[in-house]
């Protein structure tokens, strides 16, 4: 079997679905030795993920750019329907909400949310507009989808009008990187960063569904209102729509208790993942919730948005909290700094729950999706 797998999220530093991309052609090539993987983007491949791969050593993977400059802009409708056709690929399988939109083979469309359809006015219109557009396109075009969760599969059968039986619920994983670090290791890593021992953390994109404006507003009640003195680190690449939230910090009484890392690589993270006193994710929508489930694996007591996707991945392992109640939230936040014995039976949980999922789970299951379309 010949698949094409969308490289195109490998092409910028890695978010969710770049993790997604490169952990699950990696875990294909792994367990189908005999299959042949084939990473296809118009754009070069960042130079993290291309050594890693390369590093991986698979003969069955790996990564083409075709000459297709001159038609970038029209990558999806002509430059990789052309491509596809000379590889004479078996399946094309589209991580990122897209396939070729010429159909000569059989095709696979991931879906990771719907947010920008069920949550517009936390996007960019041009996005929102394109996602309104090119789903119900990308939906009718691909044979088989699959979603991250049970709760995103009903979304789009909901939304797009698509039929159950179309749509596979695979989960992702942690990444095998994540897990507890020792203290003294992760302590030297922290002086490096300038955190403090004593920190709470959020860790993602900084937009506007991840709901970091409430977890400020929290974080402001406990400085404000006890003597405790944390520091809140907040680990992400920056985004959009966050005027509000950055005006704040500038305004509150806060801003001495901040550390804004940016974007951090795998270690770093894993650093402060396990030496964190709490993880904190109040995201308003997810497709499945990758940061939480890293800190979980780093043994981190988590306390996030009590949403469908995130009771899906997280289980009893994290304290839910409803997103937009500040109140709610800055106690959960208090009572887990003044409980050691809560967050120590929350951070023993952590790495158990993470451990219910995997990379070679999800490769096996979108394996099974792939031969149940070319034989079926």
């Known amino acids: ?91 094309f399988h589209g991580t990122n909400f897209d396939v070729p939109l010429w159909k000569r083979r059989r095709s696979v469309v991931t879906i990771h949310d719907l947010s920008a359809l069920l949550h517009p006015g936390m996007h960019r219109s041009r996005l929102v507009r394109r996602a309104r557009l090119r789903l119900p396109l990308v939906v009718r075009i691909a044979d088989m989808i699959i979603t991250p969760t049970e709760s995103v599969k009903r979304e789009v059968c909901q939304q797009l009008s698509v039929k159950a039986d179309k749509v596979t619920a695979i989960p992702s994983a942690a990444r095998s990187s994540f897990q507890p670090m020792p203290l003294a290791q992760a302590a030297l890593i922290r002086k490096r960063l300038g955190v403090e021992d004593d920190f709470l953390l959020f860790v993602g994109t900084l937009e506007p569904r991840k709901n970091l404006l409430t977890l400020l507003k929290a974080f402001e009640q406990i400085i404000g209102h006890t003597s405790l003195r944390p520091q809140l680190v ?30 951090l690589h795998d270690e770093d993270l894993r650093a402060l993942y396990s030496s964190c006193r709490v993880f904190i994710y109040p995201s308003i929508y997810e497709g499945f919730g990758l940061p939480p489930l890293e800190a979980l694996a780093c043994g981190a007591p988590v306390i996030a948005g009590r949403i469908p996707s995130l009771r899906e991945t997280l289980g009893s392992a994290a304290r839910l909290v409803e997103p937009l109640d500040v109140d709610a939230l800055a106690k959960s936040i208090l009572d887990l700094l003044q409980d050691g014995n809560q967050r120590q039976l929350l951070g023993a949980a952590g790495p158990l729950q993470a451990g219910k999922f995997s990379w070679e789970q999800t490769a096996r299951l979108t394996l099974e999706v792939y031969h149940q379309l070319l034989t079926g």
Not at 21 to 35: K, W
Not at 57 to 64: K, M
Not at 237 to 263: N, P
């Open 1 to 91: 079997m010949r698949v094409g797998i969308d490289g195109y999220p490998l092409a910028e530093p890695r978010t969710g679905v770049g993790h997604y991309t490169l952990e699950l052609a990696r875990a294909l090539a792994l367990i189908s030795p005999s299959d042949q993987f084939e990473l296809v983007s118009p754009a070069p491949f960042e130079a993290a993920a291309q050594d890693e791969i390369e590093r991986a050593n698979l003969p069955n993977l790996r990564t083409v750019n075709p000459k297709a400059s001159s038609i970038r802009g029209h990558w999806w409708s002509i430059g990789l329907p052309l491509y596809a056709r000379r590889a004479a690929f078996d399946l």
């Open 234 to 263: 907040i680990a992400g690449g920056e985004g959009w729509l966050m005027d509000e939230s950055l005006a704040f910090t500038r305004k509150a009484s806060i801003s001495d208790r901040l550390r804004l890392t940016g974007y």
